[in-house]
């Protein structure tokens, strides 16, 4: 369990933060810029002291500034992935490499360098210089570095930010291994969605200074505390499910999610890999009947547990599909009052195959459609 | 070159370069203290420190002499318990150089100290490097163009000091006479006209010397340390 709460004013900026999250487990703090979540996480690393507060991991007191209570940065292991990498220039990949390992203590040994080097596909890399590396391979070696470190939690910040869009992928896939792989804890920092849905198991949503909410991905993405974030284009359900069967031949997989299955078109599913599937309020369409006659190909029956303004003249409808899981529909304020949607009202969610994103979310051999 | 020339010439070279021996440590540490500190004498100790580049070389000689000589205090003091004397001897013209060095020397390592990365040491604290391993194994490695070519100009400098050497440790032959002292008595000499041209070209062929070595090694160093 990582648990803090902090005040820091710094800059003429306050950050005013709690938070509480399982380990291990992926947390993603997620905000826009400007909102303290590089100004947490060095609180979290004990690079920065909070004003008043404690953090606290797995039992171990970070901080405390009442108990007076501070473990040096130092001392802390914790490992921290900065955006812009800070390989130490004068030394070369495998000498930065070794540098948090050889001061790790003897008995925190858990992870090697061999071990290092395949997880994040290092060895071709050992004998350059930093200034040799693009930005992708320079990330991999200092997240590498960290882990050498033994770290008990390992920091994040927009790990991904320095790089361009077209080359995240020299990163992205080594960030998946070692959540799947390790267990070792680990909060990032983002502002990109896309990167949240690969990695997070946990989110915590930040705005000015402030953690708004926070728990599993799936029951954050429909908070709408999210949605002024994300912006109206992004707004839509994040439901992790079960591959229950794949039909190959027709490029179809089906998804347990909540009480109810979704068919969506994805190639290379596997049976019982887990999945992320992206749901996106403006792609659902609600039916207050059985639909027939359709080329939808997914009718979840639900109940509306809540309806909201949306951006514009919309609204979001958000229905509960069973076994905790829901979804969110953006309809008309048209729509709204034709079908006389009223809170507590069961009907369809109508899900095309195709607009079902699908994300792996463990270690799969699924690639997204 | 007659024999007195020569030792003139190792005289200068040895003076600068125990000046310059002696005076890096302290410089490191009055550099750091200079840039990352900020205790309230900082600008105190900064004006202390620059002092000898704005005051006659002469007056710094002096004060040299009046706080050092034997009837002062630490003189009296050095003398009882080091058996050292410095006025009129080689150790006293080393410290004449080495103070009006000294400030040429911390200005380039404290620029070189400005000029790292402050973020790479704390990602040294995050991988469990403690203070002492910190600096030794990230900022001083990245400080050393710097200490280098402060190194190179206070040597360059050292090696023609006079008004200060001359104050404080007179000009005897073989003890304190340097290069620009021997350059200065050929000139006051009748007839030493030749001398003293022949001092004044080895002064420029070891100073032309000193500015292509200096240049080369920086960019070694440069290079080793690509950024």
Not at chain 1, 225 to 251: F, K, M, N, Q, W
Not at chain 2, 210 to 222: D, F, I, P, Q, S
Request: overall charge positive.
């Amino acid at each position: 369990m990582l648990s803090l709460s902090v005040i820091k004013c710094w800059r003429g900026f306050k950050l005013r933060a709690q938070l509480d999250t399982p380990t291990p487990g992926v947390v993603a703090l997620f905000g826009r810029s400007g909102c303290g979540k590089t100004t947490l996480i060095n609180i979290i690393s004990g690079l920065l002291e909070p004003d008043e507060g404690r953090v606290e991991l797995d039992g171990v007191i970070l901080t405390d500034t009442r108990g007076r209570i501070r473990i040096p940065v130092e001392r802390r292991r914790i490992g921290y992935v900065f955006q812009d990498a800070r390989l130490f220039p004068h030394l070369g990949v495998l000498a930065n490499l070794r540098y948090g390992e050889r001061r790790a203590p003897k008995e925190a040994r858990s992870i090697g360098l061999d071990e290092v080097l395949a997880l994040l596909g290092l060895e071709p890399l050992l004998t350059r210089r930093p200034y040799q590396l693009s930005g992708g391979e320079r990330q991999r070696v200092a997240l590498g570095r960290a882990l050498l470190s033994q770290p008990r939690l390992l920091l994040l910040d927009e790990p991904l930010a320095a790089i361009d869009t077209a080359r995240r992928e020299e990163v992205l896939p080594y960030l998946e291994t070692l959540r799947d792989r390790l267990s070792i804890p680990m909060v990032f920092v983002s502002h990109q969605l896309d990167e949240v849905l690969r990695l997070a198991t946990h989110v915590a949503l930040m705005e000015a200074g402030e953690i708004v909410a926070s728990g599993t991905l799936s029951d954050i993405s429909v908070r709408p505390e999210l949605r002024a974030i994300v912006g109206p284009e992004a707004v839509g359900s994040i439901l992790d499910g079960t591959v229950t069967r794949v039909d190959a031949a027709a490029g179809m997989a089906d998804i347990q999610l909540g009480a109810g299955v979704l068919h969506v078109s994805l190639q290379d599913a596997r049976v019982g890999a887990r999945m992320r599937v992206q749901l996106l309020a403006r792609d659902i369409i609600l039916a207050i009947e059985p639909a027939r006659g359709l080329s939808v190909r997914n009718a979840l029956q639900g109940v509306i547990t809540e309806i909201s303004p949306d951006f514009g003249q919309a609204v979001l409808i958000k229905v509960d599909i069973g076994a905790g899981a829901a979804v969110l529909a953006r309809i008309t304020k048209n729509a709204l009052a034709a079908l006389e949607l009223r809170v507590g009202m069961t009907l369809w969610v109508l899900v095309k195959a195709v607009s079902a994103r699908g994300h792996t979310y463990s270690a799969g051999t699924i690639t997204p459609r | 070159m007659t024999p007195a020339e020569l030792d003139a010439l190792r005289l200068s070279l040895e003076i600068a370069l125990r000046s310059v021996a002696f005076s890096l440590p302290l410089a490191v540490l009055v550099a750091y203290l200079l840039a990352r500190s900020r205790f309230p004498g900082t600008l105190a100790l900064d004006a202390l420190v620059h002092l000898p580049l704005v005051l006659p070389p002469v007056a710094v000689g002096y004060l040299l002499l009046v706080s050092l000589d034997a009837r002062s205090a630490a003189g009296r003091w050095l003398q009882a318990h080091f058996g050292i004397e410095l006025p009129f001897t080689t150790a006293g013209a080393t410290l004449a150089t080495a103070v009006m060095t000294f400030p040429l020397m911390v200005r380039a390592i404290r620029l070189a100290l400005e000029s790292v990365d402050q973020g790479l040491e704390a990602a040294a604290r995050t991988l469990g490097a403690r203070p002492l391993d910190r600096f030794l194994s990230i900022t001083l490695p990245l400080m050393l163009p710097g200490i280098l070519a402060g190194l190179l100009t206070a040597f360059a400098a050292g090696l023609g000091q006079f008004g200060a050497v001359i104050t404080f440790a007179s000009n005897v032959p073989g003890v304190t006479r340097t290069l620009p002292l021997a350059l200065y008595t050929a000139i006051q000499e009748p007839g030493g006209e030749a001398a003293a041209m022949r001092l004044a070209v080895l002064a420029i062929a070891l100073g032309l010397l000193g500015l292509v070595l200096a240049e080369l090694l920086a960019r070694r160093v440069y290079r080793l340390l690509r950024r």
